[in-house]
């Protein structure tokens, strides 16, 4: 069986790349900008396609590299854009554009393309990772959030349309993995409304994961794996 990554250059991508390889899928993974570590993932045999999802003919490289392989049964829409809201009003708009084309148009795009494919598994499915911030978006992150609201309303309109053949489901994570640029103040800041009190690590997203291809019975569903932050912010 054969999985897409979208994002796989770092974090999240990467690791569950390298997981779904351990577990005995053949991986075909999108990146936008060439990585040292990729070549990690190259030495363990997964393919990888470079593709700027704001660009729609790059979108298009990752479904011509899939029609070459009769056995994809996974996507993992994990590719994003975040960036904090410009003052600028014309920059805000094409913060917005961007999010919108990664978020929303590029998985579009692939789940249009590559339905039929899933539909020939047993037991395909497709994966948005979306964001806990969806049911309580900040006025500061308002085009992120917003665009990752349309992924979610775009994965349930799959499930509904695909369905029985191609389940389609969607993982909500909260603080699983700081950014560098997170300092010490605001770590204990969230982590202070986040009922288990830590950050998640990339495993819990992998077992949620693991959980939805698993779980045959399952689809328009939507998982938060956020160590019960949702609980302080929604």
């Known amino acids: 069986m054969r999985a897409l990554v979208t994002g796989c250059g770092r974090r999240l991508g990467f690791y569950l790349c390298e997981q779904l390889v351990a577990a005995g899928w053949q991986v075909t993974g999108?990146?936008?900008?060439?990585?040292?570590?990729?070549?990690?993932?190259?030495?363990?045999?997964?393919?990888?396609?470079?593709?700027?999802?704001?660009?729609?003919?790059?979108?298009g490289a990752v479904v011509t590299a899939l029609a070459a392989h009769e056995d994809l049964a996974l996507i993992i829409h994990n590719a994003s854009a975040f960036e904090p809201q410009a003052a600028d009003p014309a920059v805000q708009l094409a913060q917005f554009d961007q999010f919108y084309r990664v978020h929303m148009a590029a998985p579009f795009q692939l789940n249009r393309a590559l339905a039929p494919a899933l539909?020939?598994?047993?037991?395909?499915?497709?994966?948005?990772?979306?964001?806990?911030?969806i049911h309580a978006p900040a006025s500061q992150f308002?085009?992120?959030?917003?665009?990752?609201?349309?992924?979610?309303?775009?994965?349930?309109?799959?499930?509904?349309?695909?369905?029985?053949?191609?389940?389609?489901?969607?993982?909500?994570?909260?603080?699983?993995?700081?950014?560098?640029?997170?300092?010490?103040?605001?770590?204990?800041?969230?982590?202070?409304?986040?009922?288990?009190?830590?950050?998640?690590?990339?495993?819990?997203?992998?077992?949620?994961?693991?959980?939805?291809?698993?779980?045959?019975?399952?689809?328009?569903?939507?998982i938060r794996v956020d160590g019960g932050r949702a609980l302080a912010v929604i």
């Open 119 to 133: 539909a020939r598994q047993p037991n395909g499915g497709i994966i948005h990772i979306t964001d806990i911030y």
């Open 30 to 59: 999108s990146y936008r900008s060439e990585r040292p570590e990729l070549d990690r993932l190259r030495d363990v045999g997964v393919e990888l396609v470079q593709a700027d999802f704001t660009r729609e003919e790059e979108v």
């Open 142 to 222: 308002a085009a992120y959030v917003a665009t990752k609201a349309g992924a979610h309303s775009l994965a349930m309109s799959f499930a509904r349309e695909l369905a029985p053949a191609v389940r389609v489901n969607t993982i909500e994570p909260g603080p699983i993995l700081f950014l560098d640029e997170h300092g010490d103040d605001w770590r204990q800041q969230v982590l202070a409304k986040t009922p288990l009190a830590r950050e998640g690590g990339l495993e819990p997203i992998w077992l949620a994961v693991q959980m939805l291809m698993k779980n045959d019975y399952m689809t328009g569903a939507s």
